[in-house]
Structure formats: C-alpha cells, structure tokens
C-alpha cells in the first residue's frame, strides 16, 4: 500500500513538473491576441463583442443601448456591413427594437459621439471579393478600435478575416497574418462554418491558396446558435454569456437552449448580503452595490453623480426625456435600486420555456475549487438534456465553469482546456490564476489519469 501511494506521488510529481511546461503561451493561440476579456475597457457591458484583433471586433445589429454601451467600452467607429432602409419592416431582437440605418447613425453619430460607416449597398453581394476590397478601401480612415456589425456577426466576421488574409497576401510582414489555414480555425474556434455556406473559391482566390480538403470545422450544437449572436461558443452544446436581458429569452428559447445557468450571486450569499451590480449607461463599472464607510450606495444620487464615466454627457444619452445625464436603475438587466435582482431573473424564466438554475459562484472571491466539486454532476446532468448557457455578469467565472465542465464531459485534456479559455480571453495559468489552474489539474489530470490507465 504505501508503495502505491509513493508511487502515485511520484506520478503526480512528474505530472506536475510536464505541466509546468504546458504552461500557456501566447504564441499557442488561434487569435492573433485575444489576451483580454471580450469587451475592450468595459467587458460587463459589452460582454458580447467577438475580438478577432485589438482594433477589429465583431457582433451582431446592436439596439440602441449596446451602441451606447460601445461607446462607453471605448470603441470608435462601429461600422454596419449592411444597409437597413427605412422603408424595410422594423427588426427586433427579442421585442428590442432594432434601428435601421438612419437611426443607428444619429445614435451612433450625435448620440454616442463615434463614427459611423455603412459598407454595402443593398443590392451588393457579400460573400464576395468586392465586399473585402470595400472594407480594405476604408480601413485607413477608421478611428479605431472598431465594432463591425451584420445581422449575426456571421458575415461580418467572414468579410473582416478576408480582409486580414488579403492584407496577408499581400504583404507577408503583416500582423496579424491570416493565412487559409487560420482562418478556417479562427473561425471553427468561433462557432462560425465558413465550409458548407460560402463558395470556397473565393476564400481561395483572397488568400491566394488552394481550397483546403479538410478544413477544420465548428463543432457547435444547434448549429443555428447564431439566431443568439450574443453568445460565445465554448464546445458542442455548452455556451458563455454575460448579463442576458429579458428581450433574450424568447431569442434563447427559439434558438433551442434547454438550461440558463446563472452563477451571479442572489442578494445572499452564505448568510451574508452579496448583491451584485446591474450596468448603469454613463456610471462606472466596480463603484460597489453598498455604502461603506461615507461611501454611499451605488445606486444613491449623489454617488451617482460621482461615478459619471462622462460627466459632460448631454442627458439625451440616456433618453429623450431624461433630467440627468446617467442611469440609476435598470430593469431589462434585471436592476433593482440596489443592483443586480435574481429573484427577478429567476420569475421572468418561469414564463419561458427554458429551465432556470441558480448556481451562485462569488464574484469577489470565487472559489472554484469548492464550487465545482459540489456543482459538476448537477452541470452534467442539465447538459445531458440539450444546450446549456452559463451566464454571469462578464462571461468570466462561466467560461472558467463551461469549459472545464465540457471539458470533463466530453474527455477533452488539460490542454485542450487551458487553449479553450485563451480563445474565449481569458487564462489559466499557476501564477495568474493559481485557484483556476489547481482545480483544472485536479478535474483534467488528477482524476483523469486512472482513467486514461484503465
Ligand atoms: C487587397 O489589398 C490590396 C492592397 O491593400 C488592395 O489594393 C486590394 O483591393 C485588396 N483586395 C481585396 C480583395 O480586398
Ligand atoms: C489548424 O487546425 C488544424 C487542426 O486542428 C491543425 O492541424 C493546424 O496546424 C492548424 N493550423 C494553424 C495555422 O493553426
Ligand atoms: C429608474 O430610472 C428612471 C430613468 O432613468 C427614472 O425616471 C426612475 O425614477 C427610476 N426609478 C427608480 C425607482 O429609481
């Protein structure tokens, strides 16, 4: 017996020292960077933005209030790959309605102070050599960083990575270099199937290199996910997202989810007030939900007024009607007048389809370790029934919950593991986050080596 257990000791100390190896590195990355979390300066508010490079990130036909979230997180231009005439019936994203062309500029231009460029007319092709030479024309004149918007992020993300491989193509000095072969698995990483939808010759003649005869492909359940743009793909069936907002259920129900899973704490936790924030247009993120010391609460006047992001801002940023020039409340994000209210989420899920589960995880000191051990097979288990979103404020403690959950699902390795987290922007690692990095071994390697050895 005690030899055994020395001899475990040993393994798990070579173990150990190969993992210190595996260490990740940037230069194992897809992404050209992708070393922060999606959202620029404000990855609360802008949790849904896909980095493809530092100045170029991809979304979905924003509402009014994700412009103004854009402008806050510090973008510059947001660039709509289509044009929405007035005269088309008005689109909704979940009953939120969404502004055509005319109206997205005057929001984006007078509203949210940024720049504003539609690139295609609306007879124009886009899955097309033109639509990449009109992006290339206008990419000098930019501010950036730059959000680029279609319907679903789908086309846009296509269009912006040709556009990155032509730049490749013609200069091979170029950052970040986008050959066929990355932008096959760029755009597998994120969910995107550029193989059965779009002529491979035109890939082919941008990046001037023969079509691929397997290239790598998504592998994301449903394979219609996009109708939800929103979210980040993690692995098959299992999804990240920041806050939702009510107009997002019908869109997640329809989309085919099964399970929300919602780690942002509830106005308890262990015995112990821990309400979290709600987003607020023109206040800063981290102000803290309660009064401490002479500080007020968050959601109080005057600690309002002196946690404005822009405190010049015209009171039109936040409505027509508004008398100040911030926000103290937010109901679509299930705001009350303190901060975030999951009793409110949780009865706005009673009336959709969908099944709601509570699994808080503490945003200040999340402990993952303890959190998993007592969480997995209950992850597991609602995984088994279709397709999982794991939601939190930012996306962040869920891709750490996701992906080691699919991971143990689907047998995926540490590795695989530590790159899916890169890819998504986040990292796990023994220095930076030596919690994460412990309970990853312990679920990928620790408990997955006798089984490998069965
Ligand atoms: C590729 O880049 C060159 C140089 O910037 C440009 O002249 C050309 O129009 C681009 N081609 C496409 C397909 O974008
Ligand atoms: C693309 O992915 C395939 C399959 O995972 C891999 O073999 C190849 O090395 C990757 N290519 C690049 C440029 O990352
Ligand atoms: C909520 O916000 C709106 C507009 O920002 C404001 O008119 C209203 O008084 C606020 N309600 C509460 C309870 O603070």
């Not at 941008?206 to 996009?226: A, F, K, S």
């Not at 209210?341 to 099944?355: D, I, N, Y």
């Not at 609602?382 to 959950?405: D, M, Q």
Request: aromatic fraction near 10%.
């Amino acid at each position: 017996m005690e030899i055994r257990i020395t001899s475990l000791a040993v393994i798990l100390a070579v173990l150990c020292e190969v993992l210190t190896e595996t260490e990740p590195e940037q230069s194992t990355s897809l992404f050209p960077d992708r070393r922060k979390a999606p959202g620029v300066k404000s990855p609360k508010k802008c949790w849904w933005t896909k980095e493809i490079t530092p100045d170029l990130h991809v979304a979905g036909r924003p509402t009014e209030r994700q412009i103004k979230y854009a402008a806050e997180a510090g973008f510059k231009t947001i660039l709509s790959l289509f044009t929405y005439p007035d005269s088309e019936p008005r689109q909704t994203f979940g009953g939120d309605p969404l502004p055509n062309t005319a109206e997205a500029q005057k929001i984006v231009e007078e509203i949210a102070g940024l720049k504003f460029i539609t690139l295609l007319d609306p007879m124009d092709e886009w899955a097309s050599v033109e639509a990449v030479e009109k992006l290339t024309k206008v990419m000098p004149s930019l501010p950036k960083p730059i959000l680029l918007h279609c319907d679903r992020g789908y086309t846009i993300s296509f269009v912006t990575l040709m556009y990155l491989a032509n730049q490749t193509k013609r200069d091979p000095s170029f950052k970040p270099g986008i050959t066929s072969d990355d932008f096959y698995n760029i755009s597998a990483a994120m969910g995107l199937d550029f193989i059965s939808r779009i002529p491979q010759e035109v890939v082919s003649e941008i990046t001037g290199e023969p079509v691929p005869t397997n290239p790598t492909r998504p592998n994301t359940v449903p394979e219609d996910w996009m109708d939800y743009w929103v979210a980040h793909p993690v692995y098959k069936n299992w999804y990240t997202a920041g806050q939702i907002t009510r107009s997002h259920l019908p869109v997640m129900a329809e989309v085919g989810y099964k399970s929300v899973v919602n780690l942002r704490s509830g106005i308890m936790l262990d015995g112990k007030p821990n309400q979290e924030e709600v987003n607020l247009l023109n206040i800063k993120d981290a102000t803290g939900t309660y009064a401490k010391g002479d500080r007020e609460p968050r959601q109080w006047k005057a600690r309002l007024e002196e946690t404005r992001i822009n405190p010049n801002r015209p009171n039109h940023f936040i409505s027509p009607e508004s008398k100040v020039n911030y926000e103290s409340n937010n109901t679509e994000e299930f705001g009350d007048e303190v901060g975030f209210q999951e009793t409110t989420e949780r009865v706005a899920f009673l009336k959709s389809p969908l099944e709601y589960y509570h699994m808080p995880l503490d945003s200040k000191s999340p402990m993952y370790g303890v959190f998993l051990a007592a969480e997995m097979s209950q992850l597991l288990e609602i995984s088994e029934k279709g397709p999982v979103l794991v939601h939190c404020a930012s996306g962040k403690r869920a891709a750490y919950v996701a992906v080691l959950a699919a991971a143990v699902q689907y047998d995926m390795d540490f590795d695989w593991a530590v790159r899916r987290i890169q890819e998504l922007g986040f990292e796990v690692s023994k220095n930076k986050t030596p919690e994460i990095y412990r309970t990853y071994v312990n679920w990928l390697v620790t408990r997955r080596q006798p089984k490998d050895e069965l």
